[in-house]
């Protein structure tokens, strides 16, 4: 609830509006069930396409994500995997951080972890790489992400901004709530030393200035590396953090 009340600036009869569109929608877009219903099993397919995954967690305890947006081949992409698919398989992907991430990196850094730290390296994007396909899908992620699932994001770096990207992200910042624009940082191609004041080196892939490999499981961004890997975390702390976490958020039909 508290995350819906942060988004609308503690105005509660917004945050009820809000609340209620996002009952509305999970209830019409099966988000409940969607961790159960979605076999994405062309995800390794669309790695080779757009690389992006969850790796590791910063200094704090965060999980975070990262999104090779600049890699993105939306010909090649659009053969193994359709929007409606891959839109569902980001959705299911917001469910698992609520519902795994989020919880076993609370108990892994004994602190209520309900956020995520986000590098999106655009590096070879230019005008052309976005197609309208990609921005659509762009554009309606980010949607469903902040009417849906507010309040997720704790800061996100932009790396390997070149003069073109600035120049678009100049012109959008004005557009973009303050709060939003604080968080994000676009850097150059001299990233290494500010991601590694916020995610230890171990955490970090080498291809980011990292130690990390994930030789075994075929590169960093399949190997889902993170707490929620960690077989030995006690499922019981889990489901009280889930709890917590998800409190009356996603089952409950009831008031604001």
């Known amino acids: 609830m508290l995350r819906f009340l942060k988004a609308r600036k503690f105005n509660i009869e917004k945050a009820k509006v809000m609340w209620a569109n996002m009952l509305q929608w999970r209830k019409d877009f099966g988000a409940d069930t969607i961790m159960e219903d979605l076999d994405f099993n062309e995800l390794n397919e669309v790695q080779k396409y757009y690389p992006q995954g969850y790796h590791g967690v910063d200094k704090d305890g965060r999980p975070v994500y990262i999104e090779r947006l600049g ?26 951080s609520l519902a795994i991430r989020f919880p076993a990196c609370s108990v892994a850094a004994n602190r209520h972890i309900d956020s995520s730290t986000t590098i999106l ?57 303050p709060d939003t624009t604080s968080k994000i940082h676009v850097l150059g191609s001299k990233y290494q030393e500010n991601l590694l004041e916020a995610i230890d080196g171990s955490e970090l892939p080498d291809f980011l200035g990292g130690s990390c490999l994930c030789a075994i499981e075929g590169g960093c961004l399949r190997s889902d590396k993170g707490p929620w890997k960690d077989q030995n975390l006690s499922k019981t702390s889990i489901d009280v953090e889930v709890s917590t976490i998800q409190g009356n958020t996603i089952s409950d039909s009831g008031n604001c």
């Open 71 to 96: 890699m993105i081949d939306t010909d090649m992409l659009l053969q193994v995997t359709n929007m409606d698919r891959f839109v569902k398989y980001q959705v299911q992907e917001f469910e698992r």
């Open 121 to 177: 390296d655009v590096q070879g994007l230019g005008l052309m790489s976005l197609t309208g396909p990609v921005i659509e899908f762009i554009k309606l992620v980010q949607k469903i992400d902040n009417d849906n699932y507010p309040e997720t994001l704790y800061r996100m770096f932009i790396i390997n901004a070149g003069p073109g990207f600035r120049l678009i992200w100049n012109a959008v910042k004005p557009l973009l709530d």
